[in-house]
């Protein structure tokens, strides 16, 4: 047997500001050369287990400890950062907080250079991993000046050029497009495959089976509800009561009857015995194809970095109360054609808003159309107080204190805040704090929502509440705009998709005509759901089987 590399043994924690430990009573022993993912809803405690495993606890945040944390049978809680960067090396949720170079290339070397790496060797050391994760033409750049899928790949291989024993990803996919993300999961693979130690703390666990892993620990409310291999687990509904996103094909198994908590080697869809499955593949589909009232018109918006052009030429019209979804590659400009749309760069092209010209607007007025969520928390927050966080909008526009606390608590409810409302914002998690944002935006009642990455980095129970929030503000006649890279998410509530390739729309259909295009998925770095791949095992049209998903899911937003 394997010896044990992490050991945890009637592991207890509890922060000094709050009144009930986070971690209670875990026991948890990890093998050398493990593969393990932990997941579990937000405020679960996964987060504090990590934290614990990289020395962020007790070195900055500071509590009350009880039990045993060992690392290679030696007593861990107690070691400091650096001591702990040398056993376990840690790839951030929080990219922004991990640099530490001017340049991408100083960022990979700064590791090296700590431990006094010669030149030459560190110069090779960044050429492997730049070229292994795909940056070489990114060296000169500034870390910050990057996409949010490449600002992943730098901190990953900022980690990985250290190569220390055991390797903790954090929401490693969490701003990453499909494909990407599928890079990141084959490359954890691989590394694995090389005797490496490795832990995966992540939401996306459709997205991590991928690859297989050898045992997922699900955590909630600070203790160990499942601890073994992922077949055994996806058999039950703990993932449902924990309020995770279960595997899209094994929801659309259960709808068609089979019986799940039978099923051999269910976490690889491949081998799953279907022969028993029967699937009506007759009834004829039909999509709404009614016209909105133009809203938004944009023609020939051009916009560059330098003489790095972003976006070149595009035109996109926006009709009033659709629900659309932008998809795309990392890199491919959707994050700028958001900036254009709210100001906050100024573009070549034509701006209408219900026909009327809008160029001229400055950010404020632009603003009071359209409310945009950024898809890094950390650059929108301003307050020290969840409650004043959200209600600084209003109160910048002079709305009566009564009316703001009326508004600012539904919002947090909304959001799944209500709770934390006199909570300080430092005292949050990432994903907590991206719901702050969006609640800040949400209480202020625009007329188009844009949102960057709405539901990245939160759990079921979260993304089903923000979700079912904004199909709601939808169906009330709101326009709701969202970049996203989650396909679950363009497939159950968007009506529309647009796609990015290098700056420009390379198709606008419905979602399900785009997760059926193979070729434009791989141009565009997004891959289709596990129903295609579910529809292809089975034999029948994959528009047909999202359909039946859909209906069974309740969703008819789209």
Known sequence: MKPAVIEFKNFSFQYQAQSEPTLKNINLTIYQGEKVLIVGPSGSGKSTLGQCLNGIIPNIHQGQMSGEFLIQGQPAYHLSVYDKSTLVSTVLQDTDGQFIGLSVAEDLAFALENDLVAQADMKASVSKWASRLELTSLLSHRPQDLSGGQKQRVSLAGVLIDESPILLFDEPLANLDPKSGQDTIDLIDQLHGENQTILIIEHRLEDVLYRSVDRIVLIEDGKIHFNGHPDELLKTTLLKQAGIREPLYVTTLRQLGYAVDEAEHLSNLVRLDLSDVQFDNSEKLTHSSEKKEPLLALSDIRFGYGEKEVLKGLHLDIGHGEMIAIVGKNGAGKSTLAKALCKFIETQGTYLWKNQAIKGDST?????????????????????????????????????????????????????????????????????????????????????????????????????????????????????????????????????????????????????????????LARANLKDTSIFALANHLGVNPLHLTEFYKKGKGVSHA
Not at 424 to 447: M, W, Y
Not at 490 to 505: C, F, P, T
Request: glycine share 6%.
């Open 364 to 520: 404020k007025e632009r603003a009071e159309r359209i409310g945009y969520v950024l898809q890094n928390p950390n650059q929108m927050i301003s307050e020290t107080m969840i409650f004043d966080e959200v209600a600084l909008g209003l109160r910048l526009r002079g709305v009566a204190e009564s009316e703001i606390e009326v508004r600012v608590h539904e919002a947090l409810k909304t959001c799944g805040l209500y709770e934390f409302r006199k909570w300080p914002i430092s005292a949050l998690s990432f994903g907590q704090k991206k719901r702050v944002t969006i609640a800040a935006i949400l209480v202020l009642n625009p007329e188009v929502i844009l949102l960057d990455e709405p539901t990245a980095g939160q759990d079921q129970r979260n993304y089903t509440e923000i979700m079912e929030f904004l199909a709601s503000l939808h169906q009330k006649g709101h326009t709701i705009i969202m970049i996203t890279h989650d396909m679950q998410l363009m497939l159950d509530y968007a009506e529309r998709a647009i796609v990015l390739v290098d700056g420009e729309i390379v198709a606008d259909r419905a979602p399900v005509e785009i997760l059926t295009d193979s070729d434009l």
